[in-house]
Nanobody, 121 residues
Framework: VQLQASGGGLVQAGGSLRLSCAAS????????MGWFRQAPGKERQFVGY????????YYADSVKGRFTISRDNTRNTVYLQMNNLKPEDTAVYYC???????????????WGQGTLVTVSS
């Protein structure tokens, strides 16, 4: 599975962005998809995941209530809708695919290249 993340950019605090992650291959619907982020000088951290069917999602406490993950298996794409963005959300955001939904980055086999989100105060 090859993943291509897009949609990053510069936004003011309180604004919104939607990231997309397009996957190649015909087995996208069998993979859980995770989103992670890495802020400058910090380790990569879990943001949230969605299971293969799209019926189940889970989020880190830091983004719960502000971020929403969805997927369209007909388009081989997963989305990360980010609302009420804060300066501390500034990071490179990565999508990842795995057979099972997990919160740890080591569990994910396939990774996208990352897209930068910058939130100004």
């Amino acid at each position: 599975v090859q993943l291509q993340a897009s949609g990053g950019g510069l936004v003011q605090a309180g604004g919104s962005l939607r990231l997309s992650c397009a996957a190649s291959g015909r087995t996208f619907s069998s993979y859980a998809m995770g989103w992670f982020r890495q802020a400058p000088g910090k380790e990569r951290q879990f943001v949230g995941y969605i299971n293969s069917s799209g019926r189940s999602t889970y989020y880190a406490d830091s983004v719960k209530g502000r971020f929403t993950i969805s997927r369209d298996n007909t388009r081989n794409t997963v989305y990360l809708q980010m609302n009420n963005l804060k300066p501390e959300d500034t990071a490179v955001y990565y999508c990842a695919a795995n057979q099972l939904a997990r919160t740890t980055e080591g569990a994910y086999r396939y990774w996208g290249q990352g897209t930068l989100v910058t939130v100004s105060s």
